[in-house]
DNA sequence: AAGCCGAGTTACGAAATTCGTAATCGGTAA
DNA sequence: TTACCGATTACGAATTTCGTAACTCGGCTT
């Protein structure tokens, strides 16, 4: 991970689709590095995906939910990993447990979602947030 | 957004390097099609970009900040947003204003973002969540 | 009903990119 | 110095993307 790296990360965080050439125009180097070096960061595993952000509904939300304490987290968000309209599941440190970050086509979707989450026999309590502005880092 | 452009959509959240010819194949279209498509989606905001999600450091956690009311929470976003390690930065209903998501590689770096944070003027409080494991939906 | 329009789809050759692989380079240890 | 190893470069082949023109199929007008 040197400074190399650090450049091409940053072009494909901008523009995944940035052709390995250009990359390798803009950072001074060939094709083939630009291309050896990506294929390692995903070994790695620095790279976790490729993939596309996306606003298919109006409305993005974080809804913080707490569960039983002889609940084995892992299982849960793993689960609800798989639920509509989730774009993450975090499991997280404080007084919440687990975080899901959600992109909705409405309100209701959202709600479905908090229902859901509250139905679940394992989740104490739930807190939701509005995503009102979203910026790229 | 009928139910092929949900399909394509699906498709590239999972790996958005995946060839048109081989979505076309997936979801029994054609190539010109699948290209048409995803291109009126980022057209049309449905797509906002094409991406990586990364793991750089070790460490990724949400910074919950709270600003004073009389703050122009927009500018201070935008800001951040430039701020080294910060991945989303969202202004979220709530108890707190603004939620900063970082990927730092250590705990230091982390603590010099919260720093950072808490010398803004305008910010009144921050409170900080690790996030101890991620999974993508 | 015939004709027409327009959005979406398909077809296909050209351009660009990715891919496989072998040669080359640079630094390091023996 | 020599040998070696990982990283980089070079280059032809395979694949994908791109530009564009033809085609399809509803719906609408006359």
């Known amino acids: ?4 790296d650090r450049r091409i990360l940053d072009i494909l965080r901008r523009d995944a689709r940035t052709p390995n050439t250009e990359i390798a125009a803009e950072v001074g180097t060939s094709e083939g590095t630009v291309r050896n070096r990506v ?3 995903v ?3 620095v790279i976790e995906r490729f993939t596309i952000s996306t606003r298919t509904g109006n409305l993005k939300a974080m809804i913080e939910v707490t569960v039983a304490v002889d609940v084995d987290t ?3 968000s793993e689960r609800m990993a798989d639920w509509k309209d989730v774009d993450f599941v975090w499991q997280v440190s404080g007084e919440e447990d687990i975080v899901l970050v959600v992109d909705a086509a409405d309100t209701r979707a959202v ?3 908090i229902t859901r989450a509250r139905e679940h026999d ?3 309590s739930t807190k ?3 995503i009102l502005d979203e910026r790229l880092g």
Chains 1, 2 share one sequence.
């Open 122 to 124: 394992d989740v104490k």
């Open 43 to 45: 070994d790695e595993g």
């Open 1 to 4: 991970m040197d400074e190399l």
């Open 128 to 130: 939701t947030r509005l």
């Open 111 to 113: 709600n479905e979602l």
């Open 39 to 41: 294929e390692r960061l």
């Open 74 to 76: 892992h299982s849960v």
